[in-house]
């Protein structure tokens, strides 16, 4: 629950941040690129004391996994609105395209353990991946206009989650139909 809490805010703060100029841009893309980073302290204790204290139970895979998926999408797609008020048309496109891969690594995943094959938790573009890469591009857009941009590293960022994300949903289908096909010979 905490971590989605920490990506609504995140959102929020990445679309305020397309409307803002400046240091307060900067700002609010930097508080943007925190709230991801305590989205992945609140994932980490989570599944922490969960394991610790026994409190798993059946429902648990549930409770690890959804708030996870929703997490990645109101952080990418905020992104990708941020995109878009800073001038990019296909900004919020870019975001929702890059949310919907995060959710399909995930579903590939999941799809193998369904099938009980072990999690292909392999990248090159997995959650953790794609928060560093989403973290470090707010950290990197809070300074762009010291070089003239305005946005487009944002853009970036999201491109390379993008592609990053569609290759790994193509390689972890691949890694799955090579274990179903060996399980069957």
């Known amino acids: 629950a905490g971590s989605i809490l920490f990506a609504v805010v995140g959102c929020g703060l990445f679309v305020m941040a397309g409307s803002a100029a400046g ?83 995930a579903y590939v995943r999941e ?15 997995a959650k953790p991946h794609r928060m560093a890469a989403l973290t470090l591009t707010c950290a990197i857009a809070a300074f762009e206009p010291l070089w003239g941009w305005n946005g487009q590293t944002v853009v970036l960022g999201l491109l390379v989650i993008v592609l990053g994300a569609a290759w790994t949903v193509a390689r972890r289908t691949r890694t799955l139909a090579g274990r179903l096909a060996a399980r069957e010979g």
């Open 23 to 105: 240091l307060t841009r900067g700002g609010l893309l930097i508080c943007a690129g925190v709230c991801i980073q305590l989205r992945l302290v609140c994932n980490l204790l989570d599944g922490m004391v969960a394991v610790e204290h026994r409190k798993g139970g059946p429902s648990g895979p549930i409770w690890n996994e959804l708030p996870d998926r929703i997490a990645d999408a109101l952080f990418l797609v905020g992104a990708g609105y941020f995109a878009d008020l800073a001038g990019f048309s296909l900004g919020a496109p870019l975001g929702w395209t890059a949310a919907l891969l995060a959710v399909l690594t």
């Open 111 to 125: 799809l193998g353990r369904g099938l009980g094959l072990p999690a292909d938790f392999s990248g090159p573009m």
